[in-house]
């Protein structure tokens, strides 16, 4: 069964810093492209960051400088480390995954066939 598990989220103050995980299991291949996207209350769905299946990154304008993605192909885990954190970096973040490379450069958000469950981030002034 295909799954996306993810784990690190946490509350920390204005400045801190936080590193998310998402461990796959269950793909018959790898994902082509996977990112985080994160949902905000009161805010639309925003694409954090994606990586594609030779590690070319897309960060959003909001986390650029800020945000690294990264993916360790022995462990199939996908992570997402969050420094100088802000306040509006608040919000549940998804880990995500398609087989496809569509919107994988940021052109567009991918669509995403398979989701996690989802890890909070809250941010504090």
């Known amino acids: 069964q295909t799954r996306l598990a993810e784990s690190g989220g946490g509350s920390v103050q204005a400045g801190g810093s936080l590193r998310l995980s998402c461990e796959a299991s269950?793909?018959?291949?790898?994902?082509?492209?996977m990112g985080w996207i994160r949902q905000a209350t009161g805010k639309e769905r925003e694409g954090v960051a994606f990586i594609d299946n030779v590690s070319r990154t897309y960060y959003a304008d909001s986390v650029k400088g800020r945000f690294t993605i990264s993916k360790d192909n022995a462990k199939n885990v996908l992570h997402l480390e969050l420094n100088s954190l802000k306040p509006e970096d608040t919000g549940m973040y998804f880990c995500a995954a398609t087989s496809y490379r569509l919107g994988c450069s940021g052109d567009r958000e991918p669509d995403f066939a398979y989701w996690g469950q989802g890890t909070q981030v809250t941010v504090s002034s």
């Open positions: 269950g793909f018959t291949y790898k994902p082509f492209c």
